[in-house]
């Protein structure tokens, strides 16, 4: 395999892992698991590559330099190593952190870190490969060749793990490992960008629903969880599924999104909903999801403890776990798309 294409196949696999990680990092839905299959393979399908482009690298060190920056190469190569096996020993090893960052976290900051390496090296050695070898039907085949490899070594990964069995054998699709379901609050507290807010006072505390025209009406805690409006107090089962790495089945009690809606008259041709924090964060809804999301007071029979999200948390099941909202003070109703937001909170 010429070197510039072993560079350009590197970049297209690691390309393809970064595109299916972050599918996978903002869904938390089962019918999207092909994409965080095929994000594994990517992955084997790299170590495959790596062999060679390691093995080239120490070759080149014996010559001349030229002027090209091989030594990137090293670089570059180790880097990805040490990701990738993070992402491995991960899924083998069950839940584990360092210094309170879990392993997956390490996993993604790795990736994300790499990409701008890759793409500098890939281009400092093929700034002037010529199109002509795109054509080449050796390479396709190589290229074919590494996915396969990529899929039997996930294949037999797979099956090693739920067979032997591993303490990876229970991680979500997400990659994700449980912890502490069914325990009420005694699941793992977390943030997406570590919100400390005071513990609000209870008493004191009021939900606002603002409509499309800026009327608005405020509840109590109390109105919420003894239908104030006439609404009724309600207990689901949803797994909430935290982007570092771990997912708790809980049972929620608390109010349905559409019923509180309906009852307190506002708007519901509204496109989208903006769920606001008392920390001033906040993701919007479309509305056909309102029947699907509940405003929860409880978890596992039990109030919510501050670092949950007390005394209001949103529970949206099939969403990764900053959906989520914590500290929930406003409830706000636009005609402006769901998808008018970041991917990926930004505040």
Same mark, same amino acid.
């Given at each position: 395999?010429?070197?510039?294409?072993?560079?350009?196949?590197?970049?297209?696999?690691?390309?393809?892992?970064?595109?299916?990680?972050?599918?996978?990092?903002?869904?938390?839905?089962?019918?999207?698991?092909?994409?965080?299959?095929?994000?594994?393979?990517?992955?084997?399908?790299?170590?495959?590559?790596? #062999?060679?482009?390691?093995?080239?690298?120490?070759?080149?060190?014996?010559?001349?330099?030229?002027?090209?920056?091989?030594?990137?190469?090293?670089?570059?190569?180790?880097?990805?190593?040490?990701?990738?096996?993070?992402?491995?020993?991960?899924?083998?090893g069950g839940f584990w952190s360092v210094e309170g960052v879990t392993g997956m976290s390490l996993h993604i900051y790795g990736g994300a870190a790499i990409m701008p390496f890759i793409a500098w090296h890939a281009w400092a050695y093929t700034a002037r490969f010529r199109v002509g070898y795109s054509a080449e039907r050796r390479e396709v085949l190589r290229f074919s060749s590494v996915l396969a490899a990529g899929t039997a070594a996930w294949v037999v990964s797979e099956n090693a793990i739920r067979a032997i069995p591993t303490l990876g054998a229970d991680r979500r699709f997400t990659g994700s490992h449980?912890?502490?379901?069914?325990?009420?609050?005694?699941?793992?507290?977390?943030?997406?960008?570590? /919100?400390?807010?005071?513990?609000?006072?209870?008493?004191?505390?009021?939900?606002?629903?603002?409509?499309? /025209? #800026?009327?608005?009406?405020? =509840?109590?805690?109390? /109105?919420?969880?003894?239908?104030?409006?006439?609404?009724?107090?309600?207990?689901?089962?949803?797994?909430? /599924?935290?982007?570092?790495?771990?997912?708790?089945?809980?049972?929620?009690?608390?109010?349905?999104?559409?019923?509180?809606?309906?009852?307190?008259?506002?708007?519901?041709?509204?496109?989208?909903?903006?769920?606001?924090?008392?920390?001033?964060?906040?993701?919007?809804?479309?509305?056909?999801?309102?029947?699907?999301?509940?405003?929860?007071?409880?978890?596992?029979?039990?109030?919510?403890?501050?670092?949950?999200?007390?005394?209001?948390?949103?529970?949206?099941?099939?969403?990764?776990?900053?959906?989520?909202?914590?500290?929930?003070?406003?409830?706000? =109703?636009?005609?402006?798309?769901?998808?008018?937001?970041?991917?990926?909170?930004?505040?």
């Open positions: 395999m010429r070197h510039k294409w072993v560079n350009l196949i590197l970049l297209a696999l690691v390309a393809g892992e970064f595109v299916t990680g972050a599918v996978g990092l903002m869904s938390g839905n089962a019918r999207n698991e092909i994409v965080l299959q095929i994000h594994s393979v990517l992955g084997y399908s790299i170590i495959a590559v790596l #062999g060679w482009k390691t093995v080239l690298a120490l070759r080149s060190l014996k010559r001349p330099s030229r002027g090209r920056p091989r030594n990137v190469a090293i670089i570059v190569s180790v880097l990805l190593l040490m990701t990738l096996s993070i992402g491995v020993v991960w899924s083998t449980e912890r502490r379901s069914y325990e009420g609050n005694r699941f793992p507290t977390t943030s997406w960008l570590n /919100d400390k807010p005071v513990e609000i006072d209870t008493a004191r505390y009021r939900l606002k629903i603002t409509d499309t /025209d #800026g009327a608005s009406t405020s =509840l109590t805690l109390l /109105d919420l969880e003894n239908g104030g409006l006439g609404t009724g107090f309600s207990e689901i089962e949803a797994t909430l /599924d935290c982007t570092g790495g771990w997912y708790s089945h809980q049972f929620w009690s608390g109010v349905n999104l559409l019923e509180l809606l309906e009852a307190a008259g506002m708007n519901l041709e509204a496109q989208s909903c903006i769920v606001h924090s008392v920390t001033g964060y906040t993701r919007r809804y479309a509305s056909s999801e309102f029947e699907n999301l509940m405003l929860a007071t409880r978890v596992g029979n039990e109030p919510l403890w501050h670092g949950h999200g007390a005394p209001v948390r949103l529970v949206a099941p099939g969403r990764r776990g900053y959906d989520w909202v914590k500290w929930v003070d406003e409830i706000r =109703l636009t005609d402006s798309p769901h998808w008018w937001q970041p991917w990926l909170p930004l505040q």
